[in-house]
């Protein structure tokens, strides 16, 4: 079994920073990409941004400059440092990860969300 666990959400002003992690755990044999989305109150559900095994990474256009992922290749945690931030990035975050099993082949597997508030 493979479990992804966020951390790192909270209150926070305009302006402000905060830090996600998402540290991935279980009979992981490979992680392929991992990403970041997120979910507004009565939108649908966007990425964020994505890391490959390789280090190759991509943000939604409108993201670009505040908000940089990263990844611990060695501990499987995946990071979303969050710069500037303002109320309109208000949402759920939500981690993602695609990745082979020990037992169970390929999988993609989500984290249960890890709430940012941005405050005016």
């Known amino acids: 079994q493979v479990q992804l666990v966020e951390s790192g959400g909270g209150l926070v002003q305009a302006g402000g920073s905060l830090r996600l992690s998402c540290a991935a755990s279980?009979?992981?044999?490979?992680?392929?990409?991992m990403r970041w989305y997120r979910q507004a109150p009565g939108e649908e559900r966007e990425l964020v941004a994505s890391?490959?095994?390789?280090?190759?990474?991509n943000y939604a256009d409108s993201l670009k400059g505040r908000f940089t992922i990263s990844r611990d290749y060695a501990r499987n945690t995946l990071y979303l440092q969050m710069n500037s931030l303002k109320p309109e990035d208000t949402a759920v975050y939500y981690c993602?990860?695609?990745?082979?099993?020990?037992?169970?082949?390929?999988?993609?597997?989500w984290g249960q969300g890890t709430l940012v508030t941005v405050s005016s």
């Open positions: 890391i490959t095994s390789g280090g190759s990474r």
């Open positions: 993602n990860a695609v990745l082979g099993t020990m037992t169970a082949g390929s999988l993609e597997v």
């Open positions: 279980g009979s992981i044999r490979v992680i392929y990409v």
